[in-house]
C-alpha cells in the first residue's frame, strides 16, 4: 500500500507559476507516476506521466507548459505548471501506477485556481 498526498496548489492569476508536490509513503522505484485533473462537471483527465524510467507523457493541453519530474530517492513526483491558464483550474491528483503488479493508488487531490 502506497498513500500519496498532494500538495502546492492555490489559487494564481493567469500567466504564473505554481510547482505541485506529490509525497509517497512508501517507495516509487517501480511505480508510473502521474498527474491527473478533474474540473468541476467533467471527467477526470490525464495531465502528465513519468515511467519508472523517466520517459514521459504530456496532455496536448499543456505540453510546452508543464513539466512532470520525480525523485525516487525522497519518494516524491513534482508537476511544475507555467503560463497557467483559466482553463487549468480543477482539482489535481496523483496517481502511482505499477501494471505488472496491479498496483495503482490516489492522492486526495488538491484544487489549483487561475483567475484575475
Known amino acids: 500500500q502506497v498513500q500519496l498526498v498532494e500538495s502546492g496548489g492555490g489559487l494564481v492569476q493567469p500567466g504564473e507559476s505554481l510547482r505541485l508536490s506529490c509525497a509517497a509513503s512508501?517507495?516509487?522505484?517501480?511505480?508510473?507516476m502521474g498527474w491527473y485533473r478533474q474540473a468541476p462537471g467533467k471527467q477526470r483527465e490525464l495531465v502528465a506521466t513519468?515511467?519508472?524510467?523517466?520517459?514521459?507523457n504530456y496532455a496536448a493541453s499543456v505540453r510546452g507548459r508543464f513539466s512532470i519530474s520525480r525523485d525516487n530517492a525522497e519518494k516524491m513526483a513534482y508537476l511544475q505548471m507555467n503560463s497557467l491558464k483559466p482553463e487549468d483550474t480543477a482539482v489535481y491528483y496523483c496517481?502511482?501506477?505499477?501494471?505488472?503488479?496491479?498496483?495503482?493508488?490516489w492522492g486526495q487531490g488538491t484544487q489549483v485556481t487561475v483567475s484575475s
Open positions: 496517481n502511482a501506477d505499477w501494471a505488472q503488479r496491479r498496483r495503482n493508488y
Open positions: 513519468i515511467g519508472s524510467a523517466s520517459s514521459t
Open positions: 512508501g517507495s516509487i522505484t517501480n511505480y508510473a
